[in-house]
């Protein structure tokens, strides 16, 4: 019988593409990681790596090893929820991700909700860039998570999550108001990005979402920004538009009481929220108790 936990880390080999990347994420040495590897070849009677200069690369056999993991993950979190539905009482530590913006607007009132519903739940939240939830889903630091991309740059599947549709936002270009009748204020047939192609940008951190789909916005517009500020939280970004600093975008979540030095333009462009969950946990009692309670949040939040 294979090692459900050596295929764990054949799995992640495939996703990271280095023993040392996926010695990391487990907190491993790369040295442990290499024997438990070598015993799963060794359980599974055939060879499963293979050299390709100094990386180590799978074979077919193992890419078809990996395919069945994720079949048995699913499995093993369905089976979970079957046991977590047959017990009296929801009660049990629920880890909730979400980006700041969710944290301040729709998890609220959620927690609230859930909190009234299943007081034996313990609510634990934690703040993340949508780049790293899927790996905190994967690895089990998170239980439920909100995730986010953009419309002109859709994540693809992950074939360890499933998810549900949340929410639908229009995301604005924001423009110094002062800058009304200038080119980062142009809302012409051409957009009001490539309005904005001489203006001072205020993005995201490189290795976050936002920063990767503020470039894309711009190139698909036919220019790359130059960058003035980075800033990872959409208060500071309004703010810096606010003072003049440059132009940023801005999803409608972010926005609570815009300042009246800034000026919003709305954009062909949205962003896209859901709650993801590992693949089979689906139907566990406290994935289904966050999901309605964030679909709650949602619609009394867009009301």
């Given at each position: 019988?294979?090692?459900?936990?050596r295929?764990?880390?054949?799995?992640?080999?495939?996703?990271?593409?280095t023993?040392?990347?996926?010695?990391?994420?487990?907190?491993?040495?790369?040295?442990?990681?290499?024997?438990?590897?070598?015993?799963?070849?060794?359980?599974?009677?055939?060879?499963?790596?293979?050299?390709?200069?100094?990386?180590?690369?799978l074979?077919?056999?193992?890419?078809?090893?990996?395919q069945?993991?994720?079949?048995?993950?699913?499995?093993?979190e369905?089976?979970?929820?079957?046991?977590?539905?047959?017990?009296?009482?929801?009660?049990?530590?629920v880890?909730?991700?979400?980006?700041?913006?969710?944290?301040?607007?729709?998890?609220?009132?959620?927690?609230?909700?859930l909190?009234?519903?299943?007081?034996?739940?313990?609510?634990?939240?934690?703040?993340?860039?949508?780049?790293?939830?899927?790996?905190?889903?994967?690895?089990?630091?998170?239980?439920?998570?909100?995730?986010?991309?953009?419309?002109?740059?859709p994540?693809?599947?992950?074939?360890a999550?499933?998810?549900i549709?949340?929410?639908?936002?229009?995301?604005?270009?924001?423009?110094?108001?002062?800058a009304?009748?200038?080119?980062?204020?142009?809302?012409?047939?051409?957009?009001?990005?490539?309005?904005?192609?001489?203006?001072?940008?205020?993005?995201?951190?490189?290795?976050?979402?936002?920063?990767?789909?503020?470039?894309?916005?711009?190139?698909?517009?036919?220019?790359?920004?130059?960058?003035?500020?980075?800033?990872?939280?959409?208060?500071?970004?309004?703010?810096?538009?606010?003072?003049?600093?440059?132009?940023?975008?801005?999803?409608?979540?972010?926005?609570?009481?815009?300042?009246?030095?800034?000026?919003?333009?709305?954009?062909?462009?949205?962003?896209?929220?859901?709650?993801?969950?590992?693949?089979?946990?689906?139907?566990?009692?406290?994935?289904?108790?966050?999901?309605?309670?964030?679909?709650?949040?949602?619609?009394?939040?867009?009301?």
């Amino acid at each position: 019988m294979l090692d459900v936990r050596r295929l764990i880390l054949l799995r992640d080999l495939a996703r990271l593409g280095t023993i040392a990347a996926v010695a990391q994420a487990h907190g491993y040495t790369p040295s442990a990681v290499s024997q438990q590897l070598a015993a799963l070849q060794r359980e599974a009677g055939t060879r499963l790596l293979e050299r390709t200069g100094r990386r180590v690369g799978l074979t077919s056999t193992a890419t078809a090893l990996v395919q069945h993991t994720e079949v048995i993950l699913a499995a093993l979190e369905a089976a979970d929820a079957t046991v977590a539905a047959a017990r009296t009482g929801l009660r049990g530590r629920v880890r909730i991700g979400a980006f700041p913006s969710a944290v301040r607007t729709l998890l609220p009132a959620a927690l609230v909700t859930l909190a009234r519903d299943h007081p034996a739940l313990d609510l634990m939240i934690s703040e993340l860039d949508p780049v790293g939830m899927p790996a905190a889903l994967r690895s089990r630091r998170l239980d439920v998570a909100l995730l986010h991309d953009y419309d002109i740059a859709p994540t693809p599947p992950d074939p360890a999550l499933d998810s549900i549709a949340l929410l639908e936002e229009t995301v604005f270009l924001a423009v110094p108001r002062d800058a009304a009748g200038s080119g980062a204020a142009d809302d012409t047939a051409a957009g009001p990005i490539s309005g904005a192609r001489d203006a001072q940008w205020i993005i995201g951190s490189p290795g976050t979402l936002c920063h990767s789909v503020a470039l894309h916005a711009c190139q698909l517009a036919g220019f790359t920004p130059a960058v003035r500020h980075h800033a990872d939280d959409f208060t500071a970004m309004l703010a810096l538009v606010a003072a003049g600093q440059g132009v940023a975008l801005i999803p409608q979540l972010a926005i609570a009481q815009p300042s009246p030095q800034v000026q919003l333009l709305p954009l062909p462009m949205r962003r896209r929220t859901r709650v993801a969950y590992r693949r089979g946990a689906g139907g566990h009692p406290a994935v289904i108790a966050c999901v309605s309670a964030l679909r709650s949040a949602t619609t009394a939040f867009l009301d």
